[in-house]
């Protein structure tokens, strides 16, 4: 016996209402899940990252290391250098001066030039020429000078001039000395 | 009070307070953890980051530095690593010589971490002035040579016969020591 035009529906333990919730709350899970595996990820790029920095940080501070170490080298190369070219620029000053000490009267025959002296040989006309146009110039020079004599054949005088620079200490001893007069 | 709640209301409800208690759980307990780590990672690459870029700049100062050096000293680092060769030394200097003769190199004590060969000369020269034009010239040699003391000129006839020491210093075949 039927009561009405309308055929009754089957119910459904899914209702409209469980759909519409089950929507929320997936959507909402799903954000929630996304922005969870977004951190993970991120966690983990993060890490990543640190270490490639780290390993980074440490091959560069080895390549600064090196190439501080090179310009060290480099440095000391060129300062010590620069130390050899002067002494030759020096010696080749020393040994300008010398020949321009002798003068044209005075024939030299041997020069031997020492680190702390000079061994001159040579021919002057007499003594007095000798003393007043180079002991002089060499006395101002040099701490100690000694002359000897000997005549040569043409009547002129072969002459042997040592010369010696003191080291400080040895002035200093020297001037320490009492005077023997 | 009567309250009129369906079963299916009810169900509901239920349901809608467990995942709610849920998503606020999993919010406080996982995700704001994990964003707190997230920030705190982020501003330490971003401080590492930093570092490191500093680092590279200050890498690529001191990469242009060493550069600009050895552009500006090549001839002094080349002449360093370059072993001494009596034939081509006469060659190159037998110009400022009447005649020019070495004698064979003895390798002396290291000085400042450099190797040192001494060579001995013998040459005969016509003026001093070659022997000047000799030393200006030994400055810019392929190697790096000192002149040393005693320099013996002796008279010969109408030229000089001088004798003298060179000291010829390379790097070290073993560069540490050199470079420390």
């Known amino acids: 016996m039927k009561y009405s035009y309308i055929s009754a529906k089957n119910k459904s333990v899914i209702t409209k209402e469980f759909k519409l919730l089950f929507t929320f709350f997936g959507v909402t899970f799903f954000m929630l899940f996304m922005t969870y595996m977004f951190l993970i990820y991120k966690d983990y790029s993060f890490d990543q990252d640190s270490i490639y920095i780290s390993n980074a940080k440490i091959e560069l501070r080895k390549k600064i290391k090196d190439m501080q170490s090179d310009i060290a080298f480099v440095e000391k190369q060129n300062l010590f250098s620069e130390g050899v070219f002067t002494n030759n620029s020096v010696l080749k000053d020393s040994i300008t001066n010398l020949f321009d000490l002798v003068p044209n009267r005075i024939t030299l025959s041997q020069a031997k030039l020492l680190e702390n002296g000079l061994i001159l040989y040579g021919i002057t006309p007499n003594e007095d020429v000798y003393n007043f146009m180079l002991a002089a110039p060499l006395r101002s020079i040099f701490h100690r000078s000694y002359s000897s004599f000997y005549p040569a054949q043409n009547g002129w005088l072969k002459f042997v001039s040592t010369n010696y620079i003191d080291k400080e200490d040895e002035v200093t001893r020297r001037e320490d000395l009492p005077n023997e007069d | 009070m009567k309250t009129n709640l369906s079963r299916q209301l009810l169900y509901l409800l239920i349901i ?48 242009q530095k060493l550069q600009k050096l050895k552009s500006d000293n090549r001839h002094i680092t080349t002449a360093f690593d370059t072993k001494f060769n009596e034939k081509r030394f006469q060659k190159q200097y037998k110009t400022h010589f009447t005649s020019l003769e070495l004698s064979k190199q003895d390798e002396l004590e290291k000085e400042q971490g450099f190797s040192v060969y ?20 030994v400055n810019k040699s392929d190697w790096i040579i000192s002149i040393n003391f005693p320099i013996n000129f002796q008279r010969e006839d109408q030229e000089i016969k001088s004798s003298f020491s060179m ?11 050199t470079k420390s």
Do not use: C, M, W
């Open chain 2, 16 to 63: 809608s307070a467990i995942l709610f208690i849920f998503v606020l759980l999993f919010s406080f307990l996982v995700l704001v953890p994990s964003g707190k780590e997230y920030r705190i990672k982020r501003t330490a690459v971003k401080k590492q980051s930093l570092e490191l870029r500093q680092l590279e700049n200050f890498s690529f100062d001191v990469e």
């Open chain 2, 167 to 177: 000291k010829v210093y390379s790097n070290s075949k073993d560069l540490n020591s």
């Open chain 2, 118 to 137: 001494e060579v001995n000369t013998t040459s005969h020269i016509s003026s001093p002035q070659s022997f000047y034009n000799f030393l200006d010239a």
